[in-house]
């Protein structure tokens, strides 16, 4: 019935059967359960508790109040060992949807990423899995009997291009140890700068990865995303494994071929138009190198290319995530690249003061430190292979941590500045954490953006205890920019890779240059040594001009 056509005694109906109903159920197993600490509590709502449905106000209110209570009971029972979650079924082949005319079918079928009807058994089959000691980290969630919705996504291969080496156990050792891979600026001339440092990427050899001939095609922020994708996928072992539709490339650069576009623009106003190469757009859009990664892979999948300055790279893995989550690819190689150390754009964030101007290299970047003056700039690359559990789990992939949680926010605020209350990054952690289902008493590491301008270190730190509360101060943070230099579009990603790496190998990198923090900069950040801890949850943040917010969490397995 329309609303317009029900009375209260057909809305308390539906109510009391299928709401008043859970509640009484979870209210008769609460005691027995907190008396032995242990438990499993499964309720069953529906889809269109969540989606909603004309002509069913009712029990799209009972079945949308079933998920609230479930989410709630979650939070009372969370420290005491008993998990509370629901499964939400979405179109289920029964009696009842068996006689729908076949059309209707296709269009429901057409409205799910599985493009299949689902069967009791799928429903059955998470619930059984919600009663499993698997599941045991999962409560307040709600998940489908459709297979897109119950997909988890893990990491099974990582890949870097930095500062402090060219693959992931060399930078990872180097952050461990507290190494800092900023160095003189030797690749131009800086003298007339205020500025005479960067983060730079040394010892590249591309000759592991491309022809001489195809090297010349790319502009080095390609070359670096290309390698660190390929490191990647050699660490995945997927190749061979995947099917070419359902593999996907997602990666982002904050500005793109920027040395291209610099060195093409010098040719024309020096040499005339046939100093401007064949190859010059090809080699300075954004997009190439999602575009290059995906042909050398042969991944047809989902493609995307993700541009919002500084979270970028956190943006890319984060979107990519959800496509795998979604159920629209398998596995995606995802990431963030980005090679601006150049003179015009040391000028252009001089001139905006928002470079450090400390001489010393080994000392500029200290993020949280009473005495920074700005973020000293990086270039590399980082990527990680996200890929569907059950699929990497079928081939006997190495798997790192679960990819659990990400959020995407705006400040609203600012071309440039964070939102003063660091408002839009709370929601942005907030969102994350709520997805990755992080308990309270986790072994929380935060790899913090923590840049090292006054206004980012502070406000950053007010929206993590904005966020998480009492939480904030048990957490361990760190920012290894101080280490890096800000990396741009890919410093989400290699962020992200510390933070797999913190799960992994239960070390916390260091805020080096981190000798007294500033007044309000109140939680551990790690400084100066690395340390020793059981990280079962770690969350990177990143934010970008233009307000972007994002924060991914990643949980051990």
Known sequence: KLVLNMDEKDFDAVIGVNLKGTFNMIKHTYKHFMKKRAGRIVSTSSIVGLIGNAGQAN???????IIGLTKSVARELAGRGVTVNAVAPGYIGTDMTNVLPEKVKETMKAQIPAKRIGTPEDVAGVVAFLCSDEAAYVTGGFLTGSDNMSRRVVITGLGAVSPLGNDVPTMWKNMVDGVCGIDEITAFDTSDLKVHIAGTVKGFQPELYFEKREAKKLDIYCQYAMAAAQQAVDDSGILGHIDENRFGVYIGAGIGGLQTFVD?????????????????????????????VAIRFNAKGVSLSVMSACATGTNSIGEAFHAVKDGYADAIIAGGAEAVVARLTIVGFQNM??????????????????????FVMGEGAGMLILEEYEHAKARGAKIYAEFAGYGNTCDAHHVTAPDPEGAGLAR??????????????????????????HLNDLTETMAIKKALGQQAYSASISSTKSMTGHMLGATGAIEA????????DGVIPPTINLDEPDEGLDLDYTPKTAKKRAVNAAASTNLGFGGHDACVVFKKI
């Open 59 to 65: 029990y799209a209110a009972s079945k949308a109040g």
């Open 264 to 292: 093409n623009t010098v040719g024309l106003d020096h040499g005339g138009p046939r100093k401007v190469s064949p190859f010059f757009i090809p080699m300075m859009i954004g997009n190439i190198a999602t575009g290059n």
């Open 353 to 374: 003061k928002a470079l450090s101007v400390n001489p010393d290299p080994k000392t500029a970047s200290r993020p949280f430190d009473k005495d920074r003056n700005g």
């Open 428 to 453: 942005a952690i907030e969102i994350a954490f709520d997805e990755a289902q992080v308990a309270d008493d986790a072994e929380l590491y935060i790899n913090a953006h923590g840049t090292g301008t």
């Open 497 to 504: 890779i510390a933070a797999v790496k913190a799960i992994e």
